[in-house]
């Protein structure tokens, strides 16, 4: 046990020291505010746009900015003085080409490894049985997709993942209430997590908790947030990323309304648990969510971690699902990095080198035989495909269990 | 599974790097100069622009500069000119369609195997365009020693100066480019002190 947890480690510290996405400079240079004493990241970053070097919105909600700023405090002396100013630098040369860059990176991502190995012991003790327990451990220690995703873009979303995931063993330890504090605080790091709180209502067993369990996550979120309301804080975060993307119009229904595909399914799946499942299982909603968001959204990479604890614990519980949910795995990773932006793939490598700027990316490379937009389209409606038909065997399945 | 995940974490931090290096075709020779974007040169039908320097490496390709196309105006060809003691040795042509507002252009030509340290002299000129399609360059207004550039001629006045340009050179071999990254990489991985607090 102890040298397989070594090896992931070691393999986990050889991504995030060399892999070098620029997302992880931005938000941290944004959270290095907090040491000086900026409260409402989002207004002063609007307001001071003109003289700061990097003009960016900060996009995550407020426990990222403080978590984040929290752990910079406390890791300033490991960083050294010139940090801040390597944060600042906007010539995206000097600042890769910086031979700190590798120390930096470390640091930064050193919260996610912790995050990272706790998931795996969570995963562990998510099981009754030991045997399937230790299963889960290795599925998530020593899976490419996670270690991928969570050490090459420096991935903020394993907070909100190891939150939910706690969340989700509180109910499988029915402490119900806990749980929707849990997906409250998990929220105040990133929305999505709320996406599972219509879901959670039904677990209630009186109409008292069922309202507590609809108000608690809001409430929690709410108390994280109202401090900031303001035109920036909703510019910054309410109207960009999952908000804009998972209300994408699907198809037109005439006089200027569509019908959204993802929320359609979401709303189906929503009346189904509510008319028809007496007893519902929180975790097939929580996944099957996942899977029509991925399905019927133009997502982030990152995003995808929100759905791998659950992938792991499902190929655990359903062995004969593992392949399908591989391939399904390989499609959702290789969608994003066939997007026309280097920072998904080549630029990933340029801590070795910038000469890797005049390399073509996966978009331009395909495109020189085949229009990558309809190969990207291929592979997600492929994958929409396969993810339905997960979504319809785990309540088929479980029903008939 | 924990060894093939072992094999893909290896790959993917110590090969894929060789791989990306095998597959450049060419490697800059220079960093960009930096520039005032406030200084400008017009460039449209007989107003061209020439531009003198020392080429900083054998196997030249390419010459690589910032070019503004205000509102995406300009759509007709932009031709590069390269000469050696007054002959056309190389040209290349781009559209303008092609040429993003500010954006990084690089004039690719066929390599010149004994560019080392000799002087040319290269054109860039728009002659299709009329003046509301013109395209700008950005102007140092001295000799830059690790661009080569030396002198520049518009309207027929010589400067001193020229371009902000970044050479391209042809890679003598993948090994050597590969070791070249990987050198790079580890001098700075292992560079004294950088690895620990200040």
């Keep these: ?401 | 599974m924990i060894w093939l995940t072992t094999a893909s974490v290896l790959t993917l931090v110590f090969v894929v790097p060789a791989v990306l290096a095998s597959a450049l075709k060419m490697i800059p020779v220079n960093i960009q100069p930096g520039y005032n974007s406030d200084i400008r040169l017009s460039i449209y039908k007989i107003r061209g622009f020439s531009q003198k320097f020392v080429a900083k490496t054998g196997n030249l390709t390419a010459i690589g500069t910032s070019i503004r196309n205000p509102n995406l105006k300009n759509k007709t060809d932009v031709i590069f000119s390269l000469y050696d003691n007054g002959n056309l040795i190389r040209t290349s042509i781009l559209n303008g369609q092609n040429l993003e507002d500010g954006s990084f252009v690089k004039f690719v030509f066929p390599v010149i195997p004994d560019s080392l340290g000799k002087e040319y002299t290269f054109t860039i000129t728009s002659p299709g365009a009329g003046p509301e399609e013109t395209i700008e360059v950005f102007i140092i207004g001295e000799p830059e020693p690790t661009s080569g550039i030396t002198e520049y001629t518009y309207e027929e006045e010589v400067h001193p100066g020229g371009i902000p340009l970044v050479s391209y050179s042809q890679p003598e071999s993948k090994l050597k480019t590969i070791n070249s990254v990987y050198s790079s990489w580890l001098s700075r991985l292992l560079s004294p002190g950088s690895q620990k607090s200040e």
């Design chain 1, 1 to 401: 046990m102890k040298k397989i947890l070594v090896l992931a480690i070691v393999l986990r510290v050889l991504v995030a020291a060399f892999l070098f996405h620029p997302d992880i400079k931005t938000f941290n240079f944004q959270a290095s505010f907090l040491k000086k004493g900026v409260t409402d990241i989002y207004s002063y970053l609007i307001e001071n746009r003109k003289t700061l070097p990097l003009k960016e919105e900060f996009v995550y909600f407020p426990l990222t900015y403080f978590v984040l700023g929290g752990y910079q405090a406390i890791a300033s002396p490991v960083l050294g003085s010139g940090f801040d100013a390597w944060l600042g630098n906007a010539d995206s040369n000097t600042a890769i080409l910086n031979p700190n860059v590798f120390r930096y990176l470390l640091v930064l991502k050193l919260p996610y490894l912790i995050l990272d190995i706790s998931i795996a012991f969570l995963l562990l003790k998510f099981f009754d049985s030991g045997v399937m327990g230790k299963k889960a451990f290795i599925i998530w220690l020593f899976n490419p997709f996670t270690i991928f995703i969570i050490y090459a873009f420096g991935n903020i979303d394993i907070f909100p993942v190891f939150i939910t995931l706690i969340s989700l063993l509180l109910i499988k330890k029915e402490k119900l209430l806990l749980a929707a504090l849990a997906l409250g605080i998990a929220a105040g790091f990133k929305l999505y997590p709320l996406l599972f709180v219509p879901f959670l209502i039904f677990g209630g067993k009186s109409t008292k908790e069922k309202v507590l369990l609809g108000a608690i996550p809001f409430g929690i979120f709410g108390a994280i947030s109202v401090p900031f309301l303001s035109q920036a804080f909703a510019q910054s975060t309410l109207i960009s990323g999952l908000t804009t993307r998972i209300f994408n119009p699907g198809f037109a229904v005439g006089f200027g309304e569509s019908i959204i595909v993802g929320l359609l399914l979401f709303s189906a799946l929503f009346f189904g648990a509510w008319l028809t499942d007496k007893k519902p299982n929180m975790f097939n909603y929580w996944i099957a969510i996942l899977l029509i968001i991925f399905s019927f959204s133009h997502f982030h990479i990152a995003w995808l971690l929100w759905i791998a604890p659950f992938v792991v614990i499902l190929a655990v519980k359903k062995p004969f699902l593992s392949w399908p949910l591989f391939l399904l795995a390989m499609a959702s990773v290789v969608i994003p990095l066939l997007y026309q932006d280097r920072s998904m793939t080549i630029s990933l490598y340029r801590a070795y080198s910038t000469w890797f700027d005049l390399l073509p990316t996966p978009f331009n490379a395909v495109e020189r035989f085949y229009d990558p937009y309809n190969l990207q389209s291929i592979l997600h409606t492929i994958f929409a495909g396969g993810a339905l038909t997960i979504s319809y065997l785990l309540f088929r399945k479980e029903k008939s269990q």
